[in-house]
């Protein structure tokens, strides 16, 4: 079982629609972040969020921590196609614990 | 700046082999980690490291090894291969583990069991 439940696995969009990535969990978490992984390259950290109802954008990504810290969501506003690639939410529980990852949600974006 | 640097990139070992899996840091961070990745499964810690000497293990550390002698190296060792352990293997630093500390990842190794 996943503590972190990612949706969808898998989405496959057209350049310029818009898109919502979930990352839900029955526990609290201290701090959630977003990664981005390309193939054949290890997860790149794209944002962390700490604070319950926090958003964070990061141009046209825009991130979300919910209120009672369960649970994140990542927005693509207008995708492109370099936006392509496999997105990991990833987060610690308590101060020491260790990061735990969602199973991926893996994005293609056609032109 | 190389950041983490895993080698080898690719392997393909029969059952039963060995084989170290090599990662080294220059960013001077004490924290180091081991994750496996399979599809659709995320990343799996196996061993994580607070610093020289220190060695912990993770949520998947069955027949896996490592060692953490120097800050800038941590190994990760498997000493008699299983097809169960075909994977993509990463292991990343950080500089802490407070609240909302990035790991930085190495590109990975990709390692077969045949």
């Known amino acids: 079982t996943q503590l972190l439940e990612q949706s969808p696995q898998f989405l496959s969009i057209q350049e310029g629609e818009n898109l919502t990535v979930y990352c839900n969990s029955s526990s609290v978490f201290s701090s959630l972040q977003w990664y981005r992984q390309e193939p054949g390259e290890g997860p790149v950290l794209l944002v962390t969020v700490v604070t319950g109802g926090e958003v964070k954008k990061l141009k046209r990504l825009t991130f979300q921590f919910g209120d009672a810290r369960k649970d994140s969501s990542l927005h693509i506003t207008a995708a492109q196609t370099g936006d392509t690639g496999l997105y990991l939410c990833a987060g610690v529980r308590n101060q020491g614990g260790k990061l735990i990852f969602g199973q991926g949600t893996e994005l293609s974006v056609k032109p | 700046n190389a950041g983490v640097t895993q080698t080898p990139k690719f392997r393909i070992l029969k059952i039963g082999q060995s084989m170290t899996l090599q990662c080294t840091q220059d960013m001077n961070h004490n924290y180091m980690y081991w994750y496996r990745q399979d599809p659709g499964m995320g990343l799996k810690l196996i061993y994580y490291s607070v610093g020289a000497g220190i060695t912990d293990k993770g949520e998947v550390p069955n027949g896996y090894n490592v060692s953490r002698s120097t800050t800038e190296d941590f190994p990760l060792r498997l000493e008699l291969a299983a097809p169960s352990q075909t994977s993509v293997y990463f292991c990343?630093?950080?500089?802490?583990?407070?609240?909302?500390?990035?790991?930085?990842f190495g590109d990975g190794t990709r390692l077969s069991i045949l």
């Open positions: 990343a630093s950080s500089f802490s583990e407070g609240r909302g500390q990035p790991q930085h």
